[in-house]
């Protein structure tokens, strides 16, 4: 398996004095998704859960929906010259009658770690149809059950405290409790994860959930959460125009800005329970 932290040379300048000490940094690495041996994409990601990584991305993608549409995950042998294993070759069987992913979803290009959409064949598949709907969803939370979230997620992020390079995202139940938490050198691998791990568990839809993310609020963060039915989305930093506009039309409570004991919540605050609005 790929490692998740790499040792660096550098020259540390402090007070004007330099030298030259080892520094700890993520990894970041290419990882090639396939589908019944058919290249689907190209992620750089942080190795580590590559195979949550693979089942959330087919859920974000509209592909599968339940545990039972995968029939299997596999590293592919062979990836290099020699015949070894790379181990950032991930190959995904699909269940008996999930129809294989349209030829219109292929990336152009890499997505890269910082934009999971980059190379989207059409605009069209952008807005990917949810399989379940979020508006209804009876979610309540106090207000100061979320702005807790932001400390629980730091402290859990074990390779981001010898790093400081890496994104989180974590799943909160309607009390609290810590579902899943995973790191990534990009946000939407980061999200993957997570959602690609419950997938796996049998508990999609995610009903009743709070998706926390370490970073911003993007408009493919939100459909991500969308996509498996999860109703609250939080994070510690501004959301983008179109993800509030994304969530405003599915009924998803979107809040951003959440530091301290405040936040701003842009869309679906009747899910926030005992706030009094001045």
Partial sequence: MGRVTARRRVLRVRDGVSSY??????????MEIRVGGRPLTVTMRTPGDDFDLAAGFLVSEGVVHSAAD???IRYCAGAT???GNTYNVVDVALGPGVAAPDASLERNFYTTSSCGLCGKASLDAVRTSAAWTVSEDPLRVGPELVTALPDRLRAAQKV??????????????ADGE????????G???????VVGHELREGLLP????????SGRASFELVQKALMAGIPMLAAVSAPSSLAVDLAA????TLIGFLRGTSMNVYTGAERLAQVPVA
């Fill in 21 to 30: 000490r080892p520094d700890t940094m993520a990894v970041e690495e290419p």
């Fill in 70 to 72: 995968v029939a299997g």
């Fill in 81 to 83: 010259s020699d015949g």
């Fill in 160 to 173: 981001f405290d010898s790093t400081g390079g890496l994104h989180a995202a974590a799943l909160f139940s």
């Fill in 178 to 185: 810590m579902l899943c938490l995973r790191e990534d050198v």
């Fill in 187 to 193: 946000r939407h691998n980061a999200v993957d994860k």
């Fill in 206 to 213: 995610l009903r009743e959930t709070v998706l926390m993310v």
């Fill in 249 to 252: 039309e599915s009924g998803l």
